[in-house]
């Protein structure tokens, strides 16, 4: 299982380590190098003062090569200490000398030898680690040669070879030391680094433990935001929305459930009622017409609101078809106002349709058909009687505004806030049991299936507009006519 903590840890870890072992590598070699500089410094000096002790002869005893530094042959000259070793050749590779300690294997050229000095790793003998240092020379030439005889000048090549075990040992003991040191760091880092990312991560943790004792009846109570740290701040405030409309949801269904269960319990209890009377007394008043006329609209009022549900249902889930076609706004606008004029002349109500003739939208005439219904409707139920119901068009930005406006009495801005919800009504008793709420919900759901815009504002105390912004107009704007069948 991936986990942030263990990542950070490994990464830092490992960057560490990277770190500590570039380090040691390099001090070690910036300690090795001033070493062996300082010892090839010295090496250097004991070959010169070799060659300077070495001479070749002219004259009768041309050819000798006579190696003044061999305590042998100059008792008390102390050029070669006891843990040094040389050995020389002529430049046709003829061997000249060597230390007695060396054997017959002697010492190993690393090939031909120049004037500038070669520095390199050789064992002494016995397995002792060495440090070689050899090159190329002309001895100076003692004695004179005869006249009119030419007598070249010979190339000695030396190798001398000190005891580097002082420096061995001390880059050995510089190796452990700087083992020892990063493990001691990198064990410190650890710990560290853990303690670090514990106290680091602890606000990551406390909001983990929050979210896991999450359930529906916690929902309001929501993450500290204030007091988390900065990265966080963004993730908790994004979690409290989610929690609010989670919240939000959940009150929703609560009062969902509540709002049908009251609804249809009015009907179902007539029901009831109904077959009661009917199976206590089969002849008498239930078996009249106007008893199966009961139960009839009883039946068809919950049919109406299971009908408006499974529509509010499809359309939120998608499962909706839609097909679009050239629409004529205002005939579609007089279509849905023919079934309400009777019940509009009966309140004295009046249509004022300022919709152009010209006006088309392409979208789907059924589903339009039925947000408008839905708003006239409401309008037709709920304006005071011998009032007007406008509704207008406009077209800001290439696009049709649709607008019902009607008069309205006791409500305010929060009520126009719950215009939508399911189930809403100002009469929270419910005594009107012709409506059930549902109406502007579905118009709602259907606008948005046709990805339509669907708002309501109060414009005044006295006067509401429900307006629906839909898709582009594909008729030119023509001069409003009236389409007052009610009036």
């Known amino acids: 299982m991936n986990s942030i903590r263990r990542q950070l840890t490994t990464g830092l870890l490992a960057g560490f380590g990277l770190l500590l072992a570039g380090g040691g590598t390099a001090l070690y070699g910036f300690v090795r190098a001033a070493l062996l500089r300082e010892l090839d410094g010295a090496l250097h000096l004991k070959a010169a003062a070799l060659l300077s002790a070495t001479k070749q002869h002219q004259g009768k005893n041309y050819g000798r090569i006579d190696l003044e530094f061999r305590e042998r042959a100059t008792p008390g000259f102390t050029v070669l200490e006891p843990d040094t070793v040389f050995q020389c050749w002529r430049a046709d590779g003829t061997e000249l000398d060597r230390s007695e300690s060396l054997g017959p294997a002697g010492l190993a050229r690393p090939g031909p030898l120049g004037e500038r000095p070669v520095f390199w790793d050789t064992p002494l003998p016995g397995g002792r680690p060495g440090r070689a240092a050899g090159l190329r020379f002309t001895p100076r030439a003692v004695g004179k040669a005869p006249p009119g005889e030419a007598q070249p000048q010979q190339q000695v090549e030396l190798i001398v070879v000190v005891d580097a075990g002082e420096v061995a040992r001390a880059l050995g003991t510089l190796r452990l030391g700087l083992l020892l040191a990063g493990g001691g760091v990198l064990l410190g880092t650890v710990l560290l680094v853990n303690a670090t990312l514990r106290r680091g991560l602890r606000p990551l943790d ?10 529906v009846s916690t929902l ?33 269904e609560r009062r969902f459930s509540a709002d049908v269960a009251h609804e249809l319990r009015t009907p179902l209890a007539e029901l009831r009622s109904l077959a009661e ?34 529509a509010i249902a499809r359309c939120e889930s998608g499962r909706q078809p839609v097909r679009r076609e050239p629409v ?133 105390e006295s006067r509401r507009t429900v307006s629906v912004a839909t898709a582009p107009v594909t008729g030119e704007k023509e001069k409003a006519g009236d389409c007052s069948p009610a009036s």
Not at 207 to 214: S, V
Not at 222 to 248: D, T
Not at 303 to 309: D, G, K, R, Y
């Open 328 to 460: 004529r706004l205002r005939g579609l606008v007089e279509e849905r106002w023919m079934p309400l004029a009777a019940k509009a002349r009966a309140r004295a109500l009046a249509l004022d349709c300022a919709v152009p003739d010209a006006a088309m939208v392409e979208t789907d005439r059924a589903l339009l058909g039925v947000v408008l219904a839905n708003l006239l409707a409401n309008a037709v139920d709920y304006a005071p009687e011998r009032g007007v119901i406008r509704v207008t068009a406009d077209t800001p930005g290439g696009r049709l505004h649709l607008r019902v406006q009607n008069a309205v009495t006791g409500l305010t801005a929060a009520d126009v806030e719950k215009f939508f919800r399911r189930f809403w009504r100002k009469d929270a008793a419910r005594t009107d049991g012709a409506h059930s709420g549902l109406g502007l919900s579905l118009a709602r759901a259907a606008a948005r299936t046709l990805d339509l815009e669907l708002t309501a504002r109060l414009e005044t």
């Open 220 to 252: 309001d109570r929501p993450f500290a935001v204030a007091q988390l740290p900065a990265e966080l701040r963004p993730i908790g405030a994004r979690l409290n929305e989610s929690l609010a409309r989670l919240a939000e949801a959940f009150e929703h």
């Open 206 to 215: 406390d909001m983990a433990a929050q979210a896991a004792r999450i359930e």
């Open 277 to 310: 009377v009917a199976l206590r007394w089969p002849e008498g008043e239930a078996a009249r017409p106007a008893a199966w006329q009961d139960v009839r609209d009883a039946a068809c009022q919950m049919e109406a609101i299971v009908n408006s549900l499974l």
